[in-house]
């Protein structure tokens, strides 16, 4: 089974230049997670989708951040524009549908905002 | 507000001996605790869970250890393998009428020598 997908796995921007994360759940998961890890911190949950809808997006900043999730499966989220505090590892995560399905994350995308 | 605590951020322990991370929560409505372990560039895995209705969950050289009353968990690995080498993230969430929405701590990380 395909575990879930990030691009790109670095990126390097400048402050206020934007950028794009993409994410692929694994097939047939519902539920969908964008995770802001800082370092020496755990993972924060930014936004939850069930299927293209969102559950949670109570520690998304929505003036500089966006994400949607077409059609129920991949997902986008966007910085727009960055700060150097946004520098970070977004980790995505998928679970198959109820709260408290294990979450299975990818790799995450490393963001450096110089 | 930091509700989910490791106090320590580095373990290190000898091979073949027991390795104790612990973890502190303050929020007496989280019902679910997770364990994650985490390699560098990889995300998060799923390692092992307890609900609170239990005080003690066992898988293989993994046992989790919840003392509600002290609103304290703790994860044991007996014994201890230099593959064990890694950050380590404790999770907790209510699955009671909730999305699921994970708090996770800062991470330690372990480092199990040969």
């Known amino acids: ?114 | 507000d930091q509700q989910v605590k490791q106090n320590s951020p580095s373990l290190s322990v000898q091979e073949g001996r027991i390795s104790i991370l612990n973890c502190d929560y303050t929020n007496s409505m989280f019902d679910y605790f997770l364990w994650y372990k985490k390699y560098p560039a990889e995300g998060p895995t799923f390692l092992i869970s307890i609900s609170s209705i239990k005080d003690k969950n066992e898988d293989g050289r993994f046992t989790v250890f919840l003392n509600k009353s002290a609103k304290h968990l703790s994860l044991h690995i007996v014994p201890s393998q230099p593959g064990d080498s890694a950050v380590y993230f404790c999770a907790a969430s209510r699955r009671t009428g909730n999305t699921g929405k994970l708090i996770f701590g800062q991470g330690t990380t372990l480092q199990v020598k040969p």
């Not at chain 1, 993409?22 to 930014?46: D, E, F, R, V």
């Open chain 1, 1 to 114: 089974e395909a575990g879930v997908a990030q691009s790109p796995r670095y990126k390097i921007i400048e402050k206020r230049q934007s950028v794009a994360f993409w994410c692929n759940p694994i097939s047939g998961h519902a539920t969908l997670y964008w995770y802001q890890q800082i370092l020496g911190q755990g993972p924060k949950l930014l936004i939850q989708f069930q299927n293209n809808g969102v559950v949670d997006d109570s520690q998304l900043p929505k003036d500089r951040f966006s994400a949607e999730r077409l059609k129920g499966v991949d997902s986008t989220l966007k910085i727009q524009p960055a700060k150097l505090e946004d520098s970070a590892v977004y980790l995505c995560a998928s679970s198959l549908r109820n709260p408290g399905d294990e979450q299975f994350f990818g790799p995450g995308t490393r963001l450096t905002v110089l």
